[in-house]
C-alpha cells in the first residue's frame, strides 16, 4: 500500500519532478546542438578528406578517401546514439510531466549516466528522485 506524503513532502516532490522535467528537455536540446555539430564536423572531415591539397596526396603513404571511409560508421554510431538519447530524453521528460512510466524514467537516466558529464548528474539525480519512497503517492495522485 502506498502510503500518504505530508504536504510539504508532496509539494518538494511536484517541485523536483518538474526541475527533472526541465532539465530533461534541456538534454534534447544539448543532443539536439550535438546533432548539428557532428554533421557539421563530418562535413568539414568530408571535405578536407575528399580534395586533399595535390603535393599533400602525393606524399601520404594512404588515400585520404579510403582513410575516411572507416570514420562514416563512427559519425553514424554517435549520431544513432545521440538521437537515441534525443528521443529518450523527451519521452522521459513527458513520462515525468504525465507522472507516469516511472521505471522508463528510471530506464533512461541509467542511460543518461553514459552521457558524461552533465547526463550523468541527471541520471543521478533522477534516480535519486525517482526512488523516493514518497514518489509513486505523488505518481497515482496524478490524473
Not at 2 to 10: A, C, G, K, M, V
Not at 61 to 87: C, H, K, M, N, Q
Request: hydrophobic residues 50%; positive net charge.
Amino acid at each position: 500500500m502506498i502510503e500518504e506524503p505530508p504536504s510539504f513532502q508532496s509539494n518538494r516532490d511536484r517541485d523536483h519532478l518538474k526541475l527533472l522535467e526541465i532539465f530533461h528537455y534541456v538534454m534534447v536540446g544539448l543532443a539536439l546542438v550535438g546533432m548539428i555539430f557532428l554533421y557539421l564536423h563530418y562535413s568539414l572531415m568530408s571535405i578536407a578528406f575528399s580534395h586533399p591539397f595535390p603535393r599533400q596526396k602525393d606524399q601520404m603513404p594512404f588515400d585520404p578517401a579510403e582513410f575516411f571511409r572507416v570514420f562514416r560508421w563512427i559519425y553514424l554510431l554517435i549520431g544513432l546514439w545521440g538521437l537515441a538519447s534525443l528521443a529518450a530524453n523527451l519521452v522521459s521528460g513527458l513520462c515525468i510531466r504525465a507522472r507516469k512510466y516511472r521505471f522508463f524514467s528510471m530506464l533512461v537516466s541509467g542511460f543518461n549516466c553514459i552521457n558524461m558529464p552533465l547526463g550523468t548528474v541527471l541520471g543521478v539525480f533522477t534516480l535519486i528522485v525517482l526512488l523516493r519512497p514518497t514518489i509513486p503517492a505523488v505518481y497515482h495522485e496524478s490524473p
